[in-house]
T-cell receptor
Framework: DGGITQSPKYLFRKEGQNVTLSCEQN?????MYWYRQDPGQGLRLIYY???????QKGDIAEGYSVSREKKESFPLTVTSAQKNPTAFYLC????????????????FGAGSRLTVL | AQSVTQLGSHVSVSEGALVLLRCNYS??????LFWYVQYPNQGLQLLLK??????LVKGINGFEAEFKKSETSFHLTKPSAHMSDAAEYFC???????????FGQGTTLQVKP
């Protein structure tokens, strides 16, 4: 079955460490996204990529970095510069990045929960 | 800029009662609107989407939503709640400028026996 795989599901980090969250999709989708979810704040967009080798900052990109070297993969690195990294991170993909096409329905992974100790 | 507001962070209904989750949007162009559901510690799943084909949109699990341009609303309803409907529900609007989805704050639905 096609879908999105996020790993690890749970991750603990010490302050000052960088961590990388994995996101892999086998849906042949062009666009991929990273969201951060905090209680009562909904989902906030960190980074998104509409095509391989290209990505754009979302609303809360500070302290995060991404790469898009392959269509299937969009890893997110939470750097030590992120002041409050404890959160639930969701990766998503869509057929295209063009919402006007009506095809921009997001498929989500199961999420990764990061806790800073 | 486009935005979406969900009225009520928590809604509690009895099993078998009507479910009504409210969503209002702001958009200067015809919007694309979505409802997603999230069960605990999982990702989001699409319930339904509005793409201007019809104002009443039917989704999965018996949910539907009506697009009302005059009220800038896209409320989610279900005639009879089931215990399995307990989850968090998110309304989202598609940004025509960037292709991004903008999510509301979410509404947690509690279903009481």
């Amino acid at each position: 079955d096609g879908g999105i795989t996020q790993s690890p599901k749970y991750l603990f980090r010490k302050e000052g460490q960088n961590v990388t969250l994995s996101c892999e999709q086998n849906l042949n989708h062009d666009a991929m996204y990273w969201y951060r979810q905090d209680p009562g704040q909904g989902l906030r967009l960190i980074y998104y990529s509409q095509i391989v080798n290209d990505f754009q900052k979302g609303d809360i990109a500070e302290g995060y970095s991404v790469s898009r070297e392959k269509k299937e993969s969009f890893p997110l690195t939470v750097t030590s510069a992120q002041k409050n990294p404890t959160a639930f991170y969701l990766c998503a993909s869509s057929m295209t990045g063009q919402v006007n096409s009506g095809a921009n329905v997001l498929t989500f992974g199961a999420g990764s929960r990061l806790t800073v100790l | 800029a486009q935005s979406v507001t969900q009225l009520g962070s928590h809604v509690s209904v009895s099993e078998g009662a009507l479910v009504l989750l409210r969503c209002n949007y702001s958009s200067s162009v015809p919007p694309y609107l979505f409802w997603y559901v999230q069960y605990p510690n999982q990702g989001l799943q699409l319930l339904l989407k509005y793409t201007s084909a019809a104002t009443l949109v039917k989704g999965i699990n018996g949910f539907e939503a009506e697009f009302k341009k005059s009220e800038t609303s896209f409320h989610l309803t279900k005639p009879s709640a089931h215990m399995s409907d307990a989850a968090e529900y998110f309304c989202a609007v598609g940004s025509s400028n960037t292709g991004k989805l903008i999510f509301g704050q979410g509404t947690t639905l509690q279903v009481k026996p």
